[in-house]
């Protein structure tokens, strides 16, 4: 919802919709977009062939060069580029797209800046100097329900210009109107969202941070980035297992090296890791990179300690044994 609102925002400061409804406009992400993002451009009548999604770097990135060429030749076309969605920890491996250089190019030409932050921007509590660039978004979003260890469901979109958001949203179509010295005189909060009536989801978010106190979010952030460190060096040190990706946050995808020609890599991990499902001591999702498939950790439980990641790779090889042995 956070991500949908957000390009309807874009959309609505770039190329507003007529009396016949949307226009076509041009949005740009990485090939490792979340799912969300072609969802929103159907939703909202963009339409998915105006993504564009752009190749990454080697550390799965969106690459500015490719960026910047796709743009252009789409200025060419007589096309109408209205913003940029740079991912601020990538679903599958974590990774976070150069948001600094993304937030430069964006001022140039003159395009709509959308972070989804929705797994990865709250780390930036713990590790900052990891997330250059963030403050220079228009609109972000955020799952208090992973970084911020939330029950379901908790979003959050944060945004620059709340003229922006009601002329979006505001059904009465006074988001010219100059804002009152106090924010609340006046406001209602559905002209600043899609949503009406809604339950009060933020009070558990709240009381979370009242109760704790945001340093307990950093030390618990910062443990599971260590956490992810940390396998990595095992997954490093044993030469039956290789990491698939960089690890730039808590994600860790991984593979268990085929011995033979013959063995079919991506049926094998697949196998592996139903076993490790049906073994029951650790949990472990799965990524698709580069058409391949493979294992993946992603820490974001606070209650997860260091004897828990010392299970992974034993429990991972034990699995590959009972595979490869036909059991």
């Not at 709340?162 to 949203?169: D, H, K, L, V």
């Not at 396998?231 to 039956?240: E, P, S």
């Not at 991506?266 to 139903?274: F, G, M, S, V």
Request: charged share 20%; hydrophobic share 50%.
């Amino acid at each position: 919802m956070a991500n949908l609102m957000a390009l309807a925002m874009a959309r609505e400061a770039h190329l507003p919709a007529n009396a016949s409804g949307a226009r076509p406009g041009v949005v740009y992400a990485s090939s490792e977009v979340h799912m969300s993002i072609p969802k929103a451009m159907a939703v909202l009548g963009l339409g998915r062939d105006n993504l564009r999604l752009i190749p990454t770097d080697e550390g799965l990135r969106l690459s500015v060069p490719h960026l910047h060429e796709a743009i252009a030749a789409d200025r060419a076309r007589g096309l109408t580029p209205i913003a940029v969605v740079a991912t601020s920890g990538t679903v599958n491996t974590g990774s976070i797209d150069p948001l600094a250089d993304i937030a430069a190019l964006c001022r140039e030409r003159g395009l709509w800046m959308h972070i989804d932050g929705a797994y990865g921007a709250l780390a930036a509590l713990a590790v900052p100097e990891r997330f250059a660039g963030l403050d220079a978004a228009d609109s972000l979003s955020l799952d208090p329900h992973k970084w911020l260890y939330q029950p379901l469901d908790c979003g959050v979109l944060l945004f620059r210009d709340p003229a922006a958001a009601r002329r979006a949203f505001a059904y009465s179509g006074d988001y010219a109107k100059p804002l009152a010295e106090d924010p609340l005189e006046g406001f209602a909060f559905f002209e600043e969202s899609l949503e009406l009536s809604r339950r009060f989801r933020a009070l558990k978010l709240w009381l979370s941070l009242r109760y704790h106190g945001l340093d307990a979010f950093r030390r618990a952030i910062r443990a599971d980035l260590l956490h992810a460190a940390l396998l990595a060096q095992q997954i490093a040190a044993d030469d039956r297992l290789e990491l698939a990706a960089p690890v730039s946050l808590g994600a860790v995808c991984f593979r268990y090296r085929p011995q033979g020609a013959a063995v079919n890599g991506d049926r094998l991990n697949a196998a592996i890791l139903q076993r490790v499902i049906e073994r029951g001591r650790v949990y472990l999702s799965n990524a698709t990179l580069g058409g391949g498939f493979a294992l993946r950790a992603c820490f974001v439980n606070h209650r997860t300690t260091e004897a828990d990641v010392a299970q992974i790779v034993p429990e991972v090889l034990a699995a590959a044994q009972e595979v490869l042995a036909g059991r």
